[in-house]
């Protein structure tokens, strides 16, 4: 069975940082390109990075360029999202999808595949 779980996630203060990881099992990693996705209260859910297969490319959403970078290791199967200068904006539950084109890298959830169940993050001002 193919699932993505996502932690790291919790309370932090403005201006702190945080890392989410995300582990993927019951699949060929590589195979994958994966995303981040986010959804705040009363909002629709956000595409905020993406990465392709081998890691060569990457996207992110305006509004968290210069401060959140994607990686992933294949090695562990693991994709990771590390978040800086946090702001209160950045309060949402986060999700990782798996998107079955390796060479892909798209911010757009409606073509990603398999979703985790995410993982909160809350910011306090």
């Known amino acids: 069975q193919v699932q993505v779980v996502e932690s790291g996630g919790g309370l932090v203060q403005a201006g702190g940082s945080l890392r989410l990881s995300c582990i993927a099992s019951?699949?060929?990693?590589?195979?994958?390109?994966m995303g981040w996705f986010r959804r705040a209260p009363g909002k629709e859910r956000e595409g905020i990075s993406c990465i392709t297969w081998s890691g060569g490319i990457t996207r992110y959403a305006n509004s968290v360029k210069g401060r959140f970078t994607i990686s992933r290791d294949n090695a562990q199967n693991t994709l990771y999202l590390h978040m800086n200068n946090l702001k209160s904006e950045d309060t949402a539950m986060y999700y990782c999808a798996l998107l079955n084109r390796p060479g892909s890298c798209l911010l757009l959830p409606g073509q990603y595949n398999v979703w985790g169940q995410g993982t909160k993050v809350t910011v306090s001002s």
């Open positions: 019951g699949l060929s990693f590589r195979d994958y390109a």
